[in-house]
Structure formats: C-alpha cells, structure tokens
C-alpha cells in the first residue's frame, strides 16, 4: 500500500516549457488536492477534485491546470512555467468528499525550479 | 477570504523546554486540523478537534479548541529532538469546506 505516489520527486524547467506533474493514490479515496509550499508562506490550494469527474480552483490556480483521470490520478498541469512557480508541489487525498473534512493524505512532494 | 493566522513562525528551545504554538481564524472553524511536517518530508496529520473547547492529548502533546471555535493551540511538554519540524494548523471556515492551512510554526530543538 503506497498511499500517494507523486512524480517526478525533482523537475529543473526554463522559463516558458510545460510540464505535467503526476500523482496517483491506491487508498480508493474520493478527493483529491495539489497545494502548493513556498518558505514561510504555508500550504496554498491550487485545485481540488472533490470526487471523480469534478475540479474547482482553490486558492492560487493561475498558470495551472488540472485533469481528474480517474477516481485514482489527479495530475497538475503547467503550460508555460515562470520562475514564479519555483515551489514544492504536494498531492493530498482524503477518504471522502471534501464537505466531509476528513484529514489529508500527502504524497512526498515534488521540488519544482524554473530558471 | 478565511485567513488563518498561525504564530510564532519560529521558535527555537533547549531540549526539555516547553513548546506552544497558536493559531487563530478570521472565521468561525467547523473543525481544526493539526499536521507535523519533519525537514523535507511532507505534512503528516496529526489531530483534529471537533468540538467548542475541545483538549486532546497525544503523549507529550496538548490540542485545544478554542470556545469560541476560531483559535486553536498546541502545546508540547519536555521537547525532544524528535519534535524537531513545522507544524500546521488547518480549518475550513467561511462557507468553504476546503481547509485552509496556517503559514506554520517550525520547532528548532537544541540538544
């Protein structure tokens, strides 16, 4: 049981480049959260998918994009990184809806540079 | 939008020293969620308090819920070295049921 599996773990990008984080989790949980964790300024929501199907913005969502693949993969999705997305990105899953308030399950993270 | 505001940013103790760290909500929190994350590791979670006035203990660690359900607190007895980390609150208010985390408190233990 792997819970959430986030990649890659390191990502080096030039200004301008796409790419696409992955995170996958095995728990059969229904929603799913990508937040974002610069120093001092703690975790923010990018998007969240409270079950298979939907997605809605959080807090900081512009210059990303999300797509829920299935009740498993919750991928995040940069078009054209700046260097203003140099961040570590985390992928969290809980068991039910998020209405339910029901505590976070992360992945390892992802540590994001754009040069 | 719902600000939670956690203090102090940093503190640093001897081993052995107490430890509390303080969160309040500009709103009214349905609950408040706590998470450890140790230096380059992720957010684990550690607690969450339901109810107005709420105290739960984990070992060493003291939770409370404020009254008034918009501030919360921990407070560690004898720190170790193995407390050494950032911890989080977190609480969805305002209509939204989406938590909102606290900008954290990173606990320095000196041996």
């Known amino acids: 049981n792997a819970g959430v599996t986030q990649t890659p773990k390191f990502q080096v990008l030039k200004t301008g480049q796409s790419m696409t984080l992955q995170c996958a989790q095995d728990m059969n949980h229904n929603s799913m959260y990508w937040y974002r964790q610069d120093p001092g300024m703690g975790l923010r929501l990018i998007y969240y998918?409270?079950?298979?199907?939907?997605?809605d913005k959080g807090e900081v969502p512009n210059g990303y994009n999300v797509s829920r693949l299935n009740k498993r993969e919750f991928s995040l999705r940069l078009e054209s990184a700046a260097p203003s997305q140099t961040s570590v990105y985390f992928c969290a899953s809980s068991p039910g809806t998020a209405a339910t308030n029901e505590k976070l399950f992360f992945g390892s993270g992802t540590q994001l540079s754009v040069l | 939008g719902q600000q939670v505001m956690q203090i102090p940013q940093y503190q640093h103790v001897q081993e052995g020293e107490d430890f509390t760290t303080y969160c309040n909500s500009s709103?009214?929190?349905?609950?408040i969620q706590w998470y450890k994350q140790r230096p380059g590791g992720h957010p684990v979670f550690l607690i969450q308090l339901v109810k107005s006035g709420e105290v739960k203990k984990q070992k060493r660690l003291t939770f409370q819920f404020g009254e008034a359900k918009k501030n919360s607190s921990l407070h560690i007895t004898a720190t170790q070295t193995t407390d050494v980390g950032t911890y989080f609150c977190?609480?969805?208010?305002?209509?939204?049921?989406?938590?909102?985390f606290g900008r954290g408190t990173s606990l320095i233990v000196h041996p």
């Open positions: 998918s409270a079950s298979e199907g939907t997605t």
């Open positions: 977190a609480g969805p208010g305002g209509g939204s049921y989406i938590p909102t």
């Open positions: 709103t009214t929190l349905s609950n």
